[in-house]
């Protein structure tokens, strides 16, 4: 018994990411031996003192639904040896590390709404509230909404669901970064660009991903932001790479890939908008080759703008 409780110590300290892989049942050992029918309650008594195996969460999500910009949630208890009060629905949006919940979300059979931010990702949580569980019981929702170009921008001309941007001759030389209408581009996600027109080649040109939107610039080609020339340059916060992609031309497609790699410590109450060190793997795609590298920022972020710029009317992009 003293054995059994040091290894029942030494399992909650077990960090959540190092758990092994649990095996299927067939390749689990097993020792079989005739006892006396009197010590079989003595050994369930003892063993249930540190703990019990159950085959599912005491607790599980019953109902999702999509709705127009939220999603529906309810959940309900399913073992009546649990305290249902131990349990709080939570939820984290995209890359946040913060969990967020309410005292009102213990009680269970009641319908929770969750408010979903454009591409935004949302990790809902069934969670014990007084210890770290390896069984909590966890949901990933996407919802994906259109990508739209931002209206009004000068020198482009919009389709009527603003996911095509032409560039016009109205303004010549003075259009500069037609960005999109809201950070939508979240990592996890492939974002595509298709050219369906081309126009006259310019240095200046770039298509990319970018963490704000600055309106004095003619050019992608700057700091917190990663780009593709139309001559197949690549620019991570305004430096050309040694890595070039084939040249872009009617019919191309651009594809942008990125994921996050480790997030540095940010700050004490686990905020990204307070600086710190944060890192993305991106990949771009054209033709038939790609480029990968971590473009670092000097705070996190969890939603991107995309982007582009053209100098010379006649390019057609269409986004999806």
Known sequence: EDKLGSFTKKALQIQLDSLPEVPVL?????????????????????VSRHGSVSSHPPVQIEE????????LVRWCKVDD????????????RSVSGQYLGQKLFNIPE???????????????????????SYYNVKYIIKC??????????????????????????????????????????????????????TGQVDKRDSIGVCVGCEGEVDSLQRDQAVCISTN?????????????????????????????VNLLPISNNNNLS?????????TIGSGNREVVFDWLLDQGVDCLFFGCSLAHPGWKVLVF
């Open 26 to 46: 067939v390749d689990v050992p097993c020792v079989s031996a005739q006892l006396d029918d009197s010590l079989l309650y003595a050994v369930r008594e003892r």
């Open 64 to 71: 999702l639904q999509e709705r127009p910009g939220s999603v």
């Open 274 to 282: 307070d600086g710190g060190n944060f890192k993305l793997r991106v």
């Open 144 to 197: 994906n909404w259109m990508n739209e170009w931002c209206p009004g921008s000068e020198g482009y001309i919009l389709s009527s669901r603003r996911n095509i941007a032409m560039r016009s001759d109205s303004s010549p030389n003075k259009a500069g970064v037609l960005y999109s209408n809201a950070p939508t581009y979240f990592c996890g996600q492939t974002l595509t660009f298709k050219i369906s027109a």
């Open 232 to 260: 197949g340059a690549v620019f991570v916060n305004g430096k050309e790479m040694t890595n070039q992609l084939p040249s872009i031309t009617l019919g191309s497609a651009v594809t942008f890939d990125m994921e996050m």
């Open 110 to 132: 009641v319908i929770h709404f969750f408010e979903i931010l454009y591409h935004s990702t949302l990790l809902i949580v069934l969670n014990n509230i007084n210890t770290i």
């Open 81 to 92: 040896e649990f305290a249902v009060q131990d349990y709080r629905l939570q939820y984290r």
